[in-house]
């Protein structure tokens, strides 16, 4: 079992930034690729970003390309997800999620509880 907690969600302007933190425990860190979803009202949870294993793969949804940034600390057990130039589109409930494979598939195995995410207008 690997447990993640999320953190550093909030409300936040247009245009402003957040880091999301998610810390995992449980199991070897860096045997597990990681991702953050979101789900905002009314819509599906779709994949925001992810990195493998070692950290040298990203891949980003194309609507939060060059203003996201997801990155890891296996030291710390820590993937990170910077938001910049927040939109009001973003906001969403944003879930950590792990999986025990070298690059994050859609239906991970594990999930953090999320956090909101609130960018007003």
């Known amino acids: 079992q690997v447990q993640l907690v999320e953190s550093g969600g909030g409300l936040v302007q247009t245009g402003g930034s957040l880091r999301l933190s998610c810390a995992a425990s449980?199991?070897?860190?860096?045997?597990?690729?990681m991702g953050w979803f979101r789900q905002g009202p009314g819509k599906e949870r779709e994949l925001v970003a992810r990195i493998s294993r070692s950290g040298a793969g990203t891949a980003y949804a194309d609507s939060v390309k060059g203003r996201f940034t997801i990155s890891r600390d296996n030291a710390k057990s820590t993937v990170y997800l910077q938001m910049n130039t927040l939109k009001p589109e973003d906001t969403a409930v944003y879930y950590c999620?792990?999986?025990?494979?070298?690059?994050?598939?859609?239906?991970?195995?594990?999930w953090g509880q999320g956090t909101q995410v609130t960018v007003s207008s």
């Open positions: 999620a792990a999986e025990r494979r070298l690059i994050l598939s859609s239906t991970p195995d594990y």
């Open positions: 449980g199991r070897t860190f860096n045997d597990y690729a």
